[in-house]
C-alpha cells in the first residue's frame, strides 16, 4: 500500500532555532498534503493545506510566518517551524491524498518536537 | 464550522462483548464521514468511510442524518482491536482533504 514517510521522527532544538520536517510520499504522487498539530492527550488539528506548485492555505489561527510550508514536489512537502519555542512543542503529523486515488488519504508516522 | 465529538475517552470490554463507540457531529451541510485508527506505536490509518458503507474487520458505522451520528460499532471484540479510534468529518467543497477530528477513544478489549 502506499506509504507515507517523515524525517525526522523526532527532534530536540533550542529556544530561537528553525526546525524544517519533511514529509515524503514514498511510492505515489501526491498533489496535496496535509499538515496537523497534535497536543498530548488531544485531537488532531489541522495546520495547513500543501499544494504542489502553489502557496500554503493556512487554517484560521496558524501563523503562516512561523510556519513555513513548501511543496516543491508531488512526493515533497516541508514544514519549517521558525523560531521556535518551547510552546510549539508538539506532533507533527502530515497525510498526502494519492492523485490516483483521490478519496484515500494517507498518514505518516508523526514527528515530535521538543524545543528547549 | 463542523465539529465532531467523541464523548468517552476511554471505553474496556471484554473479548467477545460487543462494542460502540459514539461520534456525533455538527454541520450544516452534507458531510463525508470516516473513522481512523491508530494501533500501539503504528501511525493512523484508516478504518472506514461512510460513503463506501463497507465492513472492516467487522465493525461498521451508519450515518444517521437525523440524530448527527456515525456510531461505529462491532457485535464481538477481538483483544486486537485494543488502540485509539478517531472519527472524523470531511465538509467537501472547497475543504476537499481537509479533516476535522475528534477527541478520540481509546479501546481496551480485555481477554
Known amino acids: 500500500g502506499a506509504v507515507v514517510s517523515q524525517h525526522p521522527s523526532r527532534v530536540i532544538c533550542k529556544s530561537g532555532t528553525s526546525v524544517k520536517i519533511e514529509c515524503r510520499s514514498l511510492d505515489f504522487q501526491a498533489t496535496t498534503m496535509f499538515w496537523y498539530r497534535q497536543f498530548p492527550k488531544q485531537s488532531l488539528m489541522l495546520m495547513a493545506t500543501?499544494?504542489?506548485?502553489?502557496?500554503?492555505?493556512?487554517e484560521q489561527g496558524v501563523e503562516k510566518d512561523k510556519f513555513l510550508i513548501n511543496h516543491a514536489s508531488l512526493t515533497l512537502s516541508t514544514l519549517t517551524v521558525t523560531s521556535a519555542h518551547p510552546e510549539d512543542s508538539s506532533f507533527y503529523i502530515c497525510?498526502?491524498?494519492?492523485?490516483?486515488?483521490?478519496?484515500?488519504?494517507?498518514f505518516g508516522p508523526g514527528t515530535r518536537l521538543l524545543v528547549l | 464550522a463542523q465539529r465532531v465529538t467523541q464523548p468517552e475517552k476511554l471505553l474496556s470490554v471484554f473479548k467477545g462483548a460487543p462494542v460502540e463507540l459514539k461520534c456525533n457531529y455538527s454541520?450544516?451541510?452534507?458531510?463525508?464521514l470516516f473513522w481512523y485508527v491508530q494501533y500501539s506505536r503504528q501511525r493512523l490509518q484508516l478504518l472506514l468511510r461512510?460513503?463506501s458503507r463497507e465492513s472492516i474487520k467487522g465493525f461498521t458505522a451508519d450515518l444517521n442524518k437525523g440524530e448527527t451520528s456515525f456510531h461505529l460499532k462491532k457485535p464481538f471484540a477481538q483483544e486486537e482491536d485494543s488502540a485509539m479510534y478517531y472519527c472524523a468529518l470531511e465538509a467537501g467543497g472547497t475543504s476537499y482533504g481537509k479533516l476535522t477530528f475528534g477527541q478520540g477513544t481509546i479501546l481496551t478489549v480485555h481477554p
Open positions: 461512510h460513503i
Open positions: 500543501s499544494n504542489e506548485g502553489s502557496k500554503a492555505t493556512y
Open positions: 454541520y450544516s451541510g452534507s458531510p463525508e
Open positions: 497525510s498526502a491524498i494519492n492523485q490516483g486515488r483521490k478519496e484515500t488519504q494517507y
